[in-house]
């Protein structure tokens, strides 16, 4: 998979959580308007109950798709000191002793 692709399919994984945190606002406010009498609490638990699942699973799912398709040019190295594996951007140098600014 190239890195185009990658981020175009990480770029859709974002677009789909903003849409959906925007429907789960405006259920939680439908929700929170059926009981007047604690709107402000019945809004916080709908709100809060979507958008946090919401959200952990977009951002397992983009670990997801950048731990398994990573771009050609990009490999996962476990590093001295880190627990996990970091994505790591190879360059080749032309020449050797040069490095590229």
């Not at 606002?25 to 402000?40: E, G, I, T």
């Not at 997801?64 to 996990?84: D, Q």
């Amino acid at each position: 998979m190239t890195s185009y692709k990658e981020a175009l399919l990480v770029g859709g994984i974002r677009i789909g959580a903003n849409v959906l945190m925007i429907v789960a606002l405006f259920l939680a406010m439908y929700m929170a308007s059926k009981n007047v009498a604690s709107s402000m609490m019945t809004f916080c638990i709908w709100f809060f109950g979507l958008i946090i699942p919401l959200w952990v699973g977009a951002i397992m799912l983009i670990r997801h798709v950048r731990k398994k398709a990573a771009a050609s040019v990009t490999s996962f190295v476990c590093l001295p000191g880190m627990r996990e594996p970091c994505l790591v951007e190879w360059k080749v140098c032309s020449g050797a002793g040069k490095a590229e600014r």
